[in-house]
């Protein structure tokens, strides 16, 4: 028997400079990041339009981690940068003296967010959105140029 932690959370959302104003169905699906779990994450990347790396900026080893993670559920999948969304998340309490992050190159290409839920709730929830904002528009212009490869 395969027992694992799984959280999918499912949501409608008006994602920022989509261009439509429509809203559009979201599913969050938590892997955890633990890598006892890693056998299954090909269940999680399947027909992924975008992922969301959340980390703690404070643990060494996740700045490390990060870089598994991406080529793991961003490279191996061919996403593009912006359908990516990288979120440093600062504990209550925790200082924050410079918001740059010894990332390695092909990281720092990444939209990254600072986020504390606990004092700038609206700030994250506004990078979000603009996030799916992004997600959406590619997926209508990766449609798009399909559609248009099959008219030609």
């Known amino acids: 028997m395969l027992s694992f932690l799984s959280r999918i959370l499912e949501f409608e959302s008006q994602p920022e ?4 104003n429509k809203t559009c169905e979201v599913e969050l699906w938590d892997c955890s990041g633990d890598f006892k779990f890693e056998s299954c994450w090909p269940a999680f990347m399947k027909d992924s339009c975008g992922v969301v790396i959340i980390f703690n900026p404070d643990v060494p ?3 490390k981690e990060i870089e598994t993670w991406y080529s793991m559920f961003i490279s191996s999948q061919g996403l593009l940068d912006n359908q990516c969304l990288l979120i440093a998340h600062h504990k209550p ?5 410079d918001k740059r992050l010894p990332l390695a190159s092909h990281l720092s290409r990444l939209p990254l967010i600072h ?5 700038e709730p ?11 904002g992004n997600v ?5 212009e990766s449609r798009e140029r399909e ?3 099959i008219i030609t």
């Open 17 to 20: 400079g989509s261009g439509d």
């Open 61 to 63: 080893t996740h700045l």
């Open 93 to 97: 309490g925790s200082e924050v003296e």
């Open 115 to 119: 986020s504390n839920v606990e004092e």
């Open 122 to 132: 609206e700030d994250v929830r506004q990078s979000f959105c603009r996030y799916l």
């Open 136 to 140: 959406v528009n590619t997926m209508s």
């Open 147 to 149: 559609e248009m490869s």
